[in-house]
Structures are given as structure tokens and as C-alpha cells.
Nanobody, 118 residues
Framework: QVQLVESGGGLVQAGGSLRLSCAAS????????AGWFRQAPGKDREFVAT????????VYADSAKGRFTISRDNAKKTVHLEMNSLKAEDAAVYYC???????????WGQGTQVIVSS
């Protein structure tokens, strides 16, 4: 099992930036990819971005393209989500998740809240 701990959330003004981090521990050798998801009040959890651990290839939700950047640091077993030009609709609890190759996301962090003030 992989343990994930997010950090970096907080209050930011619309148009501002935040950098979220996710530290992984435990059985990380089996991790194929890590991703960020978010859930706003009253809404379903939605995909934001993912990065493949070995190659660093990335995929983004349309809402994140051009504004968010996901990256990983293999040595530190950390995944980051750089968020720029934040909008009110980006406010949510952001979750880090990890999965093995060919499998669904199984390991989840506890979440970090992002609040965007207008």
C-alpha cells in the first residue's frame, strides 16, 4: 500500500497561484502513475491531472490545460501540482492518488483544501 500526504492548499485570490505537493511513502515501487483530483461542495470528485512515474508523461483535464502543471520528483517521491490563474471554480478539496499499471487509483491522500477568493 502507498501512503500519500498532500500539502500546500490554502486561501488565494482569483488570478493567483498555488503549488500543491504530495509526498508518497510505503510500497512506491509498484506505483505507475500519480494524479490529482478535486471535489467541490455538492459535486462529484473530478480528475485534474496525472503523471506517469517513470516517463513523466502527463494528461490534463480540459479545465486544467494551460493553467496547471503536474510534475514528479522521483528521488523525493513527490508529486506537485502548480496552479496558476486560479478561478473561483477551482476551489475544492484536492486529492492526490496513485495507481499501479493497468489498475484504477487505489491509494488516496486525505486532501488539501484550496479556497479562491474573488
Amino acid at each position: 500500500q502507498v501512503q500519500l500526504v498532500e500539502s500546500g492548499g490554502g486561501l488565494v485570490q482569483a488570478g493567483g497561484s498555488l503549488r500543491l505537493s504530495c509526498a508518497a511513502s510505503g510500497r512506491t515501487s509498484s506505483t505507475y502513475a500519480a494524479g490529482w483530483f478535486r471535489q467541490a461542495p455538492g459535486k462529484d470528485r473530478e480528475f485534474v491531472a496525472t503523471v506517469t512515474w517513470s516517463s513523466g508523461s502527463t494528461v490534463y483535464a480540459d479545465s486544467a490545460k494551460g493553467r496547471f502543471t503536474i510534475s514528479r520528483d522521483n528521488a523525493k517521491k513527490t508529486v506537485h501540482l502548480e496552479m496558476n490563474s486560479l478561478k473561483a471554480e477551482d476551489a475544492a478539496v484536492y486529492y492526490c492518488a496513485a495507481r499501479e499499471a493497468g489498475r484504477a487509483y487505489k491509494s488516496w491522500g486525505q486532501g488539501t483544501q484550496v479556497i479562491v477568493s474573488s
